[in-house]
């Protein structure tokens, strides 16, 4: 997880990483994310860097999924590496989470950012 590394150490310095540093940051987390919480039922969608399904429950099969989770990439980071809450997240508009299932808090952070 070097990218996620390279990203923690720049927003440690007050900066944001460089977009193949956030790029590659955010497919790791999101690989992290799917394999943590294998499953079909929660679209997780990071654009424009990436999306996975995950959590276990009811397979979503056409259209758009019920529950969905969407942010920005530093956004992304900063929930995976236990800076941002999810649930505060949601709560300030930084995360939009729609239906039943789309609350990530028993899977974030996915690693510990401090």
Do not use: W
């Not at 390279?6 to 990483?17: H, Q, S």
């Not at 590659?24 to 799917?34: D, Y």
């Not at 429950?57 to 920005?72: F, I, L, Q, S, W």
């Not at 941002?84 to 995360?95: H, I, M, S």
Request: aromatic content about 4%.
């Amino acid at each position: 997880m070097d990218a996620v590394v390279d990203a923690i150490a720049a927003l440690d310095n007050g900066e944001e990483p460089d977009r193949p540093t956030l790029k590659a940051a955010v497919r790791e987390l999101l690989q992290a994310l799917a394999e943590k919480a294998p499953g079909h039922t929660v679209e997780v969608r990071v654009p424009p860097y990436g999306a996975v399904q995950c959590v276990e429950g009811p397979r979503h099969r056409r259209g758009t999924p019920p529950n969905v989770v969407e942010c920005r990439p530093i956004v992304f980071v900063e929930l995976a590496t236990g800076r941002l809450d999810f649930a505060e997240a949601v709560a300030t508009g930084k995360v939009m989470a729609s239906g039943q299932r789309a609350d990530l808090s028993d899977f974030l952070p996915l690693i510990d950012g401090a």
